[in-house]
């Protein structure tokens, strides 16, 4: 997506509902091959510098180098997303530390590069709670102030189709870790691999944009206590959320809509 684009795209996002921007400059989607920090650096800040400033909602940096996060945060960025829940770059938590900002840490087996390669599990959601508690203690142990603690289960980083569906049917689970939990349900593959064996046709799938798996994912998410949906298609999933707030808590404060941002 050229700068341009993106911009035009983020202020898009906060004029549908969007309640924070995110922002990232190196994809993730399995298989995905690394880019250096001056690649993402230059796909990143420059925009952050453009927007931030003109935006009444904060900026996420989705990323799990240290420096990216540091020039972003300096630059207007007001939340660290780190898909390796801050084991990826030792430095990262003293990056979030020193700019007391909040922080999500999501669980991933592996790499976007080989995640998706036969992943296994024991006891999935026992073993996806061990490995957000051990993130917990680092950001703990660096000092991160603890209301600052966003958990992010990780759907489609190193789960098959069955344990996407497991860990959204168990979403419940997580509460137990007391933070604030955030899911990215948002096109993934699990949406087309279940409505293939549901005898759904591809072309059909994929005319919708995968939109209707989104939105039933994203309601039953906030059924089952999801905070903070990270979603492409802003407008609806915002409509979405409004109607299952409505519909399960009668009169609470609601769910943050978030969307995604990248260039590549």
């Known amino acids: ?32 091959e690394a880019v250096s920090i001056e690649v993402e650096l230059e796909r990143t800040v420059p925009i952050i510098k453009k927007v931030a400033s003109k935006l009444n909602i904060p900026i996420s940096i989705d990323t799990s180098k240290s ?3 540091k020039e972003a945060l300096k630059n207007g960025a007001a939340i660290i997303n780190d898909i390796t829940g801050l084991k990826g770059d030792p430095r990262m938590v003293e990056v979030a530390t020193d700019f007391d900002v909040p922080v ?5 087996k592996g790499t976007p590069r080989t995640m998706q390669l036969n992943p296994h599990y024991d006891s999935l959601i026992d073993e996806i709670l061990d490995s957000l508690k051990e993130s917990i203690k680092l950001a703990k142990n660096a000092g991160i102030d603890e209301s600052k603690i966003i958990i992010d289960p990780g759907i489609g ?8 569906l497991e860990i959204l049917n168990k979403l419940g689970a997580f509460k137990v870790l007391n933070r604030t939990i955030l899911v990215g349900v948002s096109r993934k593959s699990y949406i087309v691999n279940t409505l293939r064996e549901n005898r759904i046709k591809d072309e059909d799938i994929e005319a919708s944009g995968r939109l209707m798996g989104t939105a039933a994912s994203c309601a039953l998410c906030i059924s089952k206590g999801a ?19 409505a519909i399960i808590r009668e009169g609470s404060q609601g769910h943050k809509v978030t ?6």
Not at 24 to 29: A, D, I
Not at 229 to 245: N, T
């Open 1 to 32: 997506m050229k700068e341009e684009d993106a911009i035009n795209r983020i202020f898009e996002m906060a004029s549908e509902g969007a309640d924070i921007v995110d922002i990232g400059g190196e994809s993730t989607r399995p298989g995905a």
């Open 67 to 69: 420096e990216v996060a």
């Open 104 to 108: 999500v840490i999501m669980h991933i």
């Open 157 to 164: 980083f190193g789960k098959t189709t069955r344990h996407n």
């Open 227 to 245: 905070n903070i949906l990270r979603v492409h298609d802003v407008k609806q999933m915002v409509e979405v959320a409004r109607i299952a707030d």
């Open 259 to 264: 969307d995604l941002a990248r260039r590549s």
